[in-house]
């Protein structure tokens, strides 16, 4: 099975288990890998900015701290080199700037869960490509999101899906990660603008 598909079918498997979270990735410099991107379906899919308020746990404006290798997540798989088919997470920490709804409190870090990352398999010579969610890109230390999250695994947290995470520049203007609906009610917004 190729390493494409192999992806595609754990990302499938993980989906069904439970659903997606955030993707992460954070370096001072650009990573020269291949990055692959996959398209996955996500368990929500709102259909309104205040679906996906309704439905995140916790929203923050935050600062990405730093992105770092999770584990991987692992089905068999007969016929890959070691067995099985790996999808690879990332955990990213942020730091609270501002708190709109839950719990969590400004300068408080949290930990995001995100599937991508590295992928690696037991085949010697593999490049080792990057593999991202089309709508979850990898997050580099320094830039701010404003984040609408729920539960994730192992005490992390994790976007409810594309529609819940939006880069903030400078100005404080919203660009979404995916294009929608919701995009549609948030891009070029300023953070001002919203009401959450």
Known sequence: MKLKTKVIIGVALALAAGGLATQAAAADRADERP???????????????????????????????????GEDIITPAAGEPDGVSRIPTQRV??????????????GEQLVLFQT????????????????????????????????????GPQGTLRVISPEGRYR?????????????????EVKGKKLADLAL
């Open 116 to 151: 991508g990352g590295v992928v690696r398999t037991a085949k010697a010579g593999d490049s080792h490509p990057r593999m991202v969610l089309d709508g979850d890109p990898f997050y580099m230390r320094g830039e701010q999101y404003l984040l609408m999250l729920t539960s």
């Open 35 to 69: 990055t692959v991107t996959m398209h996955a379906q996500w368990n929500f899919q709102p259909a309104s900015l205040g679906q996906a308020r309704a439905a995140a746990q916790q929203i923050v404006l935050a600062e990405v701290v730093s992105a770092q290798a």
């Open 168 to 184: 903030v520049d400078r100005s404080g203007t919203l660009t979404p990660m995916l294009a929608g609906s919701v995009a549609d």
């Open 93 to 106: 920490t942020i730091r609270v700037v501002h708190s709109y709804k839950g719990t969590a409190k400004q």
